[in-house]
């Protein structure tokens, strides 16, 4: 296949994929093992991660008013009954770091686990349920939260222990764990969806700087010897990185106001049936057709 045209089909993936609650993870293994893309070329493991940035950004660009909207009111929010640990900002951040500690700790085991169909399909089938499950139970009940501007410590530090489970184990989905997460401690769907979004930002900006950093820089083998991510550009390179950016941001930029449409009107059902139709089918076809 021509490498442009797989650039603008992982492009579109990540577009996609990123905010839904159906892990971009396991949708661009799964995209780059149908297309013989080698897993381990650190060019493409490159590739992938500017791809995710450019998902970043046209989240960034949607929320801009929204974030500059908190900025304004900080500390004490727009009814004037937030405080330094209250306010959605300082919520934000909270749980982000709820969600990194886990992470870091962890991280050496979730890399060995994160090319493996199998983990993904699990995380994928699993997830799949407990999201059904929550979404079906709690949108019956009445929500004590139906803004993020009323969410609570608690609540946030919750959601944030729950996110980690995302880097953790691949195929989670950084939106399924948030809003699942989020309905069981009583926000309403389109809270936890925001709330979800919020989160995402200096998640995904620090996972995508992290691993970016992890590429670029010279590291140590054994021995304290520097050994550097050697990735070789040329012109064609540049060409299919841009093209995956691009088509990553003008995706994401539709798929975000849809999802917050269709979330309002229809909840996550179709979602959480997805991914446990796309698990099972993993399970029972994954390695045999994409390996691994």
Known sequence: MNVYIQSVLLGIVEGLTEFLPV?????????????RIPLDDEYWKMYSIVIQ??????????YLSRI???????????????????????????????????????????????GSITVMALALLIGGVIMWVVDAWFSRQEATTTHVEEMTLGQSIWIGLCQALSAIFPGVSRSMSTIAAGQIVGLDRPS??????????????????????????PGKAKG???????????????????????????????????FLMWVRRHGFGVFALYRIVLGIALLLFGTRYIGG
């Open 68 to 114: 500059v909207g908190f900025m304004r009111t900080f500390p004490e929010g727009e009814n004037g009954d937030r405080n330094w640990l209250t306010h959605p900002i300082s919520l934000t951040f909270i749980a982000f770091a709820c969600t990194s500690a886990p992470a870091l700790l962890l991280k050496k085991w979730s890399d060995h686990n994160l």
């Open 53 to 62: 940035a450019g998902a970043i950004l046209a989240l960034l660009l949607l």
């Open 192 to 217: 936890a969806l925001e709330f979800s979004f919020l989160l995402s930002i200096p998640t995904m900006l620090a996972a995508t700087g992290y691993d970016l950093l992890k590429e670029i820089h």
């Open 23 to 35: 892990s971009s993870t396991a949708h661009l293994r799964i995209t780059e093992a149908l297309m």
């Open 224 to 258: 304290g010897v520097a050994v550097a991510a050697h990735v070789v550009m040329n012109s064609e390179r540049w060409v299919v990185l841009a093209i995956g950016f691009v088509v990553s941001f003008i995706v994401a930029l539709g798929v975000v106001e849809w």
